[in-house]
């Protein structure tokens, strides 16, 4: 396993919840910013939520009304709760390590050439 590992990937209806995990246990310290990106075949990846150090919360717009990230400090775990799945929202989620300061804006934060270390990525497969 990586520095950063997902959990939680699968399949479920539109209109259900899924929780994805993100165990960063494998960093030699504290990350500044953990993000979530999807990707789809044949797409870019994409940006879909961030948390910082200090607790910023960052949010793509689709997903803003539907997902939450939040931090478990002590165990060292980020998560993302996704509620209201849509078919759009199938793709292999990827959990993102920053370790460094620097960004500012949404643009940075949804950059993935900002982040130093990447999960294996986990399948959310979402049906109609």
């Known amino acids: 396993q990586g520095p950063v590992v997902e959990y939680g990937g699968g399949s479920a209806q539109a209109g259900a919840s899924l929780r994805l995990s993100c165990a960063r246990s494998?960093?030699?310290?504290?990350?500044?910013?953990t993000g979530w990106f999807r990707q789809d075949p044949g797409k870019e990846r994409e940006f879909v939520a961030a948390?910082?150090?200090?607790?910023?919360?960052w949010y793509t717009d689709s997903v803003k009304d539907r997902f939450i990230i939040s931090r478990d400090n002590r165990n060292n775990m980020v998560y993302l709760q996704m509620n209201s799945l849509e078919p759009e929202d199938t793709a292999v989620y990827y959990c993102?390590?920053?370790?460094?300061?620097?960004?500012?804006?949404?643009?940075?934060?949804?950059?993935?050439?900002?982040?130093?270390?990447w999960g294996q990525g986990t399948q959310v497969t979402v049906s109609s």
């Open positions: 993102a390590a920053k370790m460094n300061y620097g960004c500012v804006t949404y643009e940075c934060y949804a950059r993935t050439s900002e982040y130093d270390y």
């Open positions: 494998g960093l030699t310290r504290s990350s500044v910013v």
């Open positions: 948390i910082t150090s200090n607790g910023e919360l």
